[in-house]
């Protein structure tokens, strides 16, 4: 198997989690993670009900010690900043050592915007965008992110 064809297989997952999630996560979008080593799965979650926790804190916890070194698939980009003012997912991300990010779609919200992506990639983490971005796209049209 290609390393292209897992990448996708493992955002198909990402994107499934988020969908189970559609009309649960309040204003916040549903999002996917996924977090693998070697292709392998060591941590996934969506975003939780109501829109906390989010899905890369869930997917981080889950992984534990093994995200580092791994890969996150996430269906949105990760937030540079968050609205309560705690670690933002792209600081999580590159904390736990996860060394590279594939995100579908680019988040319009303030909290992201292109700057999760700026924000992992100062620290070092090798980032990806639009990767199966027309599959996840429909789980976006009802986000309306606050400006």
Known sequence: MSHQRDDEELMRRAIALARAQV???GENPPVGCVIARDWMIVGEGATGEGGRPHAEEIALAAAGPAAAGATAYVTLEPCAAR???GLSCAERLAAAGVTRVVFACR???RYASGRG???LRAA???VEE???VQAAEPLYLAYRPKS
């Open 130 to 132: 639009g990767l199966l």
């Open 83 to 85: 609205s309560t003012g």
């Open 124 to 126: 070092g983490v090798a």
């Open 117 to 119: 992506a700026e924000r």
């Open 107 to 109: 988040d319009a919200s």
């Open 23 to 25: 009309g649960n996560t």
